[in-house]
Each structure stands twice: as C-alpha cells, then as structure tokens.
C-alpha cells in the first residue's frame, strides 16, 4: 500500500483541519490504519486508528473527544478530524497501514504498521 497524506497547514488555537490520506493498491480496504504525529527531537506519537472494516477505532488520551479518524473504502482513502486544536497538537503528521490483512486487533504501535506517507505539517498558533 502506498500513502499519499494532505491537508495539513496553519491554524489558530481553537480551530479544525481535516487530514487525507490516499492509498494505492489492491488491499487497502483489509488494512487497518492509523495516524501518528512527530515533533522534532520526539518519538513519533501514536494519533488514532481504524479497523479495515471501519467499525472500530482507538484514540490517544490526548485527542480523544477532539479528533475523528474516517475512511472510506471505496475511495481507498482515511481522514483525520481535528477540532478544537491546541498549539500542542502542531507536529508532522503521518498515516499509516497495518502490515497484516484483515488483522483483528487494532495496531497501536508504530512497529504495527509497515506502510507510511510522507507526512503533512500541522502548525497551532496560541
């Protein structure tokens, strides 16, 4: 699977963005997928994952409440929501896909996923 991250940019403590990721190739709609984000100097974080079906998703303490992660297999492509940003939400942000098919248990790591996009430049201003 190859991944194509958009949407990033800058906005304003309090604001939302939306996140795309498009993916090429054949099994996308069996992998599980996942968004992280890194700062500088900082381990990547983990953000937010989608079961490959859709019907199940796991958030970080951090954005829960705040971020929806989406996708949409018929369009081979998975969103992230971010509402009600904060100036520590600003990282590089990245998706990500599941090594395994059809996997049951969401990946939550980063060793989990085998597939990454380039990233895209989220910014906050206080």
């Not at 190859?2 to 939306?18: P, T």
């Not at 059809?102 to 989220?122: C, E, H, K, M, N």
Request: net charge positive; glycine share 12%.
């Amino acid at each position: 699977v190859q991944l194509q991250a958009s949407g990033g940019g800058l906005v304003q403590a309090g604001g939302s963005l939306r996140l795309s990721c498009a993916a090429s190739g054949r099994t996308f709609s069996t992998r599980n997928m996942g968004w992280f984000r890194q700062v500088p100097g900082k381990e990547r974080e983990f953000v937010a994952a989608i079961s490959w079906g859709g019907g199940h998703t796991a958030y970080a303490d951090s954005v829960k409440g705040r971020f929806t992660i989406s996708r949409d297999n018929a369009k081979n492509t998975v969103d992230l929501q971010m509402n009600s940003l904060k100036p520590e939400d600003t990282a590089i942000y990245y998706c990500a896909a599941d090594r395994r098919n059809s996997a049951y248990y969401l990946p939550l790591v980063s060793a989990d996923f085998g597939s990454w996009g380039q990233g895209t430049q989220v910014t906050v201003s206080s």
